[in-house]
T-cell receptor, first 109, second 114 residues
């Protein structure tokens, strides 16, 4: 079967750096997405990786290793507003999105 | 308005009621989706419409009935639901055929079946 694994919950301190990991086992690979979802709100798109390496967007970066079936989302200079769930999703060989259950990130002052 | 809008935001219904969820996208996208989100579970794809044609129906019970009258509007008709159908129902749109095109989600309808 197809599977995406992410930690259920993580805690970090305001101003620090946190890395949220995502490992996947899918039938084929056609890109990986990260989304942010604040409680009671819609998921919003953060990043897309299809080639190996690091994509940087301001305080957020996303890394992909296709050979290892692994990605991470790196958040720098954490702010209280970064408290949210972070969803990892992979497009398989049929271009179907396979979703992880999400990682709830709690930021403490 | 911009983006994807869903109504209502909250819905409480009994098991014998009939209700409909509405979604509208203002992004000019060619695909629309219904997802179910339950606590601590991955998003579950329910229905996909590409260019108004339903292309996906992931073994969803017949008590959920989608309707896509045009490329901007999507409905989910609900009848004789069960308590386990209580969840957040998310509508999304995307531009299929464009690599890396992400989903744009509405804020969802929080459904409670009593």
């Amino acid at each position: 079967g197809q599977n995406i694994d992410q930690p259920t919950e993580m805690t970090a301190t305001e101003g620090a750096i946190v890395q949220i990991n995502c490992t996947y086992q899918t039938s084929g690979f056609n890109g990986l997405f990260w989304y942010q979802q604040h409680a009671g709100e819609a998921p919003t798109f953060l990043s897309y990786n299809v080639l190996d390496g690091l994509e940087e967007k301001g305080r957020f970066s996303s890394f992909l290793s296709r050979s290892k079936g692994y990605s991470y989302l790196l958040l720098k200079e954490l702010q209280m507003k970064d408290s949210a769930s972070y969803l990892c999703a992979v497009k398989d060989s049929n271009y179907q999105l396979i979703w992880g259950a999400g990682t709830k990130l709690i930021i403490k002052p | 308005e911009t983006g994807v809008t869903q109504t209502p935001r909250h819905l409480v219904m009994g098991m014998t009621n009939k209700k409909s969820l509405k979604c509208e996208q203002h992004l000019g996208h060619n695909a629309m989706y219904w997802y179910k989100q339950s606590a601590k579970k991955p998003l579950e794809l329910m229905f996909v419409y590409n260019f108004k044609e339903q292309t996906e129906n992931n073994s969803v019970p017949s008590r959920f009935s989608p309707e896509c009258p045009n490329s901007s509007h999507l409905f989910l008709h609900l009848h004789t639901l069960q308590p386990e159908d209580s969840a957040l129902y998310l509508c999304a749109s995307s531009q299929e055929g464009q690599e890396g095109s992400p989903l744009h989600f509405g804020n969802g309808t929080r459904l409670t079946v009593t």
